[in-house]
C-alpha cells in the first residue's frame, strides 16, 4: 500500500490549504485514516483522525479551523485547514490503517509527507 500526499505549500496567515492523500497498491480494508504534523525541532503529533465510519477526531490546536474527510471508495482522505497560522507550518503526513484479509492485523502505512508553510 502507497500513500500520496498533494496539496502542500505557501499561504499567508488567515489563508485555506486542501491536503489530499490517495492510498494505492493491495488494498483489501482501509480502516482508519489520519493526519500527522511535525514541526521543525519538535514532536510528530496527530492532528486528525476519522475512523471507517466517519467518527472525527481532532486536536484541541487545530478544532474549528481543519476538517478531515474522505472517500472510501477513492481510499483518500483529505484535511480543509482554514484561518492558518505561522504555527500550523510543518511537514504534514497521512496514515492509513490497513487489514490486508479478514483475519489479519492492522498495519498503518505512512505517506513520504508534505510541506505546508504559512507566513505571517
Known amino acids: 500500500v502507497q500513500l500520496v500526499e498533494s496539496g502542500g505549500g505557501l499561504v499567508q496567515a488567515g489563508g485555506s490549504l486542501r491536503l489530499s492523500c490517495a492510498a494505492s497498491?493491495?488494498?483489501?480494508?482501509?480502516?482508519?485514516m489520519a493526519w500527522y504534523r511535525q514541526a521543525y525541532e519538535k514532536e510528530r503529533e496527530l492532528v486528525a483522525h476519522v475512523s471507517s465510519n466517519g467518527d472525527t477526531y481532532y486536536a484541541d490546536s487545530v478544532k474549528g479551523r481543519f476538517t478531515i474527510s474522505r472517500d472510501t471508495a477513492k481510499n483518500t482522505v483529505y484535511l480543509q485547514m482554514n484561518s492558518l497560522k505561522p504555527e500550523d507550518t510543518a511537514d504534514y503526513y497521512c496514515?492509513?490503517?490497513?487489514?490486508?484479509?479478514?483475519?489479519?492485523?492492522?498495519?498503518?502505512?505512512w505517506g513520504q509527507g508534505t510541506q505546508v508553510t504559512v507566513s505571517p
Open positions: 496514515t492509513a490503517d490497513h487489514q490486508a484479509s479478514p483475519h489479519s492485523v492492522v498495519f498503518t502505512y
Open positions: 497498491g493491495s488494498i483489501f480494508k482501509i480502516n482508519a
